[in-house]
T-cell receptor, first 109, second 116 residues
Framework: GNSVTQMEGPVTLSEEAFLTINCTYT??????LFWYVQYPGEGLQLLLK?????DKGSNKGFEATYRKETTSFHLEKGSVQVSDSAVYFC????????FGQGTELSVKP | GAVVSQHPSWVICKSGTSVKIECRSL??????MFWYRQFPKQSLMLMAT?????????EQGVEKDKFLINHASLTLSTLTVTSAHPEDSSFYIC????????????FGPGTRLTVT
């Protein structure tokens, strides 16, 4: 069946550090892929998406590229800010959203 | 655009009572709405999928009689937790698809339910 695996957290970085959160998936075909962000006490917000292989989704300085060869959709940001502290979820659409377990990011000033 | 609201944002109820949570799509028509449950520091677990005017489809292991879902219109779905118990305490989140965009979901802010 479809599944998503994310790197375990929590991830703690200093402000302006480079961020990578790994995400790999198992699916039939080429599903749409998403990154969602959840700030403390809030629901999920769509951060970015990619609907086909080699697509790059980007938003607010975050990027992720749909790599079918490695079945990956890693999230990156060149310089994180304290305000980026949140939980990040990788997900795929396979008739319903399948979420990874989430990765907590904490950015220290 | 594409805003989903939930009401209430938090609720405390006594064991044995029922509580209703509303999910509304404010500026679009939602063909399908989804209900999730999230435990602390864990991922979202899909509970059920509801389509306007038809019965909800529940995920395996979710009690239909305990978690009643009604999707009365293209902008409103409700989740009623019946005879709530402390183990039902959780964060409940709904999401909705804009008609014609089945894979892109917009999430509500969530409802924190505490059963005492």
């Amino acid at each position: 069946g479809n599944s998503v695996t994310q790197m375990e957290g929590p991830v703690t970085l200093s402000e302006e550090a480079f961020l990578t959160i790994n995400c790999t998936y198992t699916a039939t075909g080429y599903p749409s892929l998403f990154w969602y962000v959840q700030y403390p006490g809030e629901g999920l917000q769509l951060l970015l998406k990619a609907t086909k292989a080699d697509d790059k989704g980007s938003n607010k300085g975050f990027e992720a590229t749909y790599r079918k060869e490695t079945t990956s959709f890693h999230l990156e940001k060149g310089s994180v800010q304290v305000s980026d502290s949140a939980v990040y979820f990788c997900a795929l659409w396979g008739g319903k959203l399948i979420f990874g377990q989430g990765t907590e990011l904490s950015v220290k000033p | 655009g594409a805003v989903v609201s939930q009401h209430p944002s938090w609720v405390i109820c006594k064991s044995g009572t029922s509580v209703k949570i509303e999910c509304r799509s404010l500026d679009f028509q939602a063909t399908t709405m989804f209900w999730y449950r999230q435990f602390p520091k864990q991922s979202l677990m899909l509970m059920a999928t509801s389509n306007e005017g038809s019965k909800a489809t529940y995920e395996q292991g979710v009690e239909k009689d305990k978690f009643l879902i009604n999707h009365a219109s293209l902008t409103l779905s409700t989740l009623t937790v019946t005879s709530a118990h402390p183990e039902d305490s959780s964060f409940y989140i709904c999401s909705a698809n804009e008609e014609g965009y089945s894979y892109e979901q917009y999430f509500g802010p969530g409802t924190r339910l505490t059963v005492t």
